[in-house]
Structures are given as C-alpha cells and as structure tokens.
C-alpha cells in the first residue's frame, strides 16, 4: 500500500492507495503539480498518467474513493452528490478506476476551489 498526501491553499489530505496498474502508473508521475477542478462535490485535476479502464471500474463509489478518470486523464475525488448522482450517492460521469481511500473526513475537500494549485506527492 501507498500513502499519498493531496495539498491545496487552504488545507490538505492523505490517502492510502491499493496496489493498482493505475495507482502504480500515478505513483511513477509524482511529484507533480495540477489545477483543481470542481464538480458539484466532486474534485478532480488532471495528471500525467496514461492507463486503461480497469475491469473493475465504477461509477458509483463511496464518498473519499480516490479514483482515476481514465477518459479526462484526471485523479477524481468524490466527497458527496455530483450533479448526475441520483439520491445521495457519489456518482462520477463515467466509470473510474479505483485507486483507494481518503484517511480521514473527505469533505475536507469542501475548501477546494475551481483553479487551486494541487500538489501530489508520495510520502
């Protein structure tokens, strides 16, 4: 298992990811720097990392699932309702690899604007 440690202005968060193609293929990427992205209460921000869907991709993760949206080449981090989820569920626009989990309160990402400098490191 890898810890990463996600940073933006106003604060910062740590996940814990599974031994993935994709969670490897990010890993080699980092360090690397990005601008956030928002989406109902979805974060998202592009990465140079160039993988295939996963067998096992979701639509529908728990809320803090660290996820990789193989189409928009972009590290996903849902924390509540986007606007296609249906009831209170985390729905991101398409199916995701699952890379793993936010240690902590996801919504911590609630502080996160549109055009936040993000930092990704290993750690």
């Known amino acids: ?3 990463i440690r996600i940073k933006w202005p106003k604060g910062e968060l740590v996940a814990a990811l599974d031994d993935t193609p994709t969670a490897r293929a990010l890993a ?3 360090p690397a720097d990005s601008r ?3 989406w109902g209460e979805e ?3 592009p990465l140079p990392v160039c993988v295939a869907k996963e067998p096992d991709a979701k639509q529908v993760v728990p809320p803090g699932t660290v996820c990789f949206w193989v189409e928009g080449g972009a590290l996903a981090l849902p924390y509540g309702r ?3 989820s249906q009831g209170s569920e985390c729905r991101l626009v398409t199916s995701v690899n699952v890379l793993g989990r936010i240690e902590g ?3 911590a990402l609630a502080g996160v604007r549109d055009g936040d400098p993000i930092e990704v490191a290993a750690i």
Do not use: Q
Request: net charge positive; hydrophobic share 45%.
């Open 1 to 3: 298992m890898m810890r």
């Open 28 to 30: 080699a990427t980092l």
């Open 36 to 38: 956030a992205n928002t």
């Open 43 to 45: 974060v998202y921000f």
């Open 82 to 84: 986007t606007p296609v």
């Open 105 to 107: 309160d996801p919504r």
